[in-house]
């Protein structure tokens, strides 16, 4: 099942307590992609400027990403500038510069017209719901957002949530967006917005789902409320960039490659997506996506399994 996702496609310039490194390849769409692309299809919707290169370009045809979506614009692509020196769990955000995606217009190749999931990486929520209602027949509809968006875009973001099927944010995002602070009330809040299911993540601490009776209507005699995956107590983290991306790859892009939504699937997506995030966190950008092979994946699966089993 082939996975359209929109989103940023970006240079970042990032400094944390392992060092710097400035404008490498980022966006909350290529993590995204790279993430997802171990499990399932992956098409981008992007826009990118001349300063976008056949080097860029080569990280998603290394990974087969579908690139045709990726339109090449007059101007400089996206740029975001973030440091973590006081807190690895949230960025500091320094620079967004939207550039070529200030007057960017989406359009879906017909060739991605049959993805049965779509997910809507952090982007103008403008953006992300234009591309929702241009792909009215798919399955299943996840997406990110971001403080950026949640304080000075409210209203097109209140719009964007009507046509989402599972949000993803973190926790900070949650409170703000719901306006409060107790993050089971937030929860609560936002399944009323429209998401049927909420993926709140805690950086180094794991990642928790709320669920609402709409989250698995087959299994609607036996409520689900809550489910939490918890995160790699990593060493050393490099760079945190794009781990919350990447575990999005991991989750919908296992989501995508299984047959029926259950309750059992959800759990083992969210483990596959800390497994994403948990990789993405080793090296500065996207470098240790770029690394990875499935077997790692399915090894570190592992350990993931061993350091929540009970018995
Ligand atoms: P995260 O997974 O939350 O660490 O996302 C990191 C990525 O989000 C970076 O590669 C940035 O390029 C991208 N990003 C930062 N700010 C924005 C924004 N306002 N809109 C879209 N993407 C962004």
């Excluded at 290529?30 to 171990?38: I, K």
């Excluded at 209602?133 to 949640?150: C, F």
């Excluded at 983290?237 to 991991?250: I, L, Q, Y």
Aim: glycine fraction near 8%; charge should be negative; proline fraction near 5%.
């Amino acid at each position: 099942m082939a996975i359209t996702v929109v989103g940023s496609v970006a240079y970042d310039s990032i400094e944390t307590p392992a060092g710097r490194k400035d404008r490498c390849l980022g966006g909350a769409a290529t993590y995204f992609s790279l993430g997802a692309s171990f499990f399932t299809d992956v098409r981008v919707i992007a826009v990118v400027g001349e300063d976008f290169g056949p080097e860029q370009e080569a990280v998603f045809q290394a990974r087969a990403i579908d690139t045709r979506g990726i339109e090449r614009a007059a101007g400089k692509s996206f740029f975001w500038e973030g440091s973590y020196l006081d807190n690895l769990n949230e960025a500091k955000t320094h620079t967004t510069d939207l550039n070529v995606f200030a007057s960017f217009n989406p359009k879906i190749p017909e060739a991605y017209r049959d993805s049965e999931f779509l997910f809507l990486a952090n982007i103008d929520p403008v953006l992300q719901r234009r591309v929702r209602e241009q792909m009215p027949g798919v399955r299943l509809v996840a997406g990110d957002t971001m403080n950026y968006w949640i304080k000075d875009h409210r209203p097109a973001l209140l719009q964007m949530l009507k046509g989402l099927d599972i949000l993803l944010i973190n926790d900070t995002e949650a409170r703000m967006l719901a306006a409060n602070n107790n993050l089971v009330q937030a929860a609560r809040g936002i399944l009323s917005l429209g998401p049927h299911t909420l993926i709140v993540k805690h950086g180094e601490y794991g990642a928790t789902a709320f669920f609402s009776g709409r989250s698995f209507p087959q299994d609607a005699k036996s409520p689900h409320h809550a489910f939490r995956a918890p995160a790699l107590p990593l060493e050393e983290v490099v760079d945190p960039t794009g781990a919350g991306d990447s575990f999005a790859g991991g989750f919908f892009g296992y989501l995508a490659s299984q047959p029926e939504l259950t309750p059992a699937v959800f759990r083992r997506a969210m483990f596959y997506g800390s497994v994403m995030g948990s990789y993405a966190c080793e090296r500065f950008g996207t470098e240790r996506l770029q690394q990875l092979s499935r077997k790692e994946i399915d090894e570190r699966f592992i350990v993931f399994r061993e350091l929540t089993h009970l018995d």
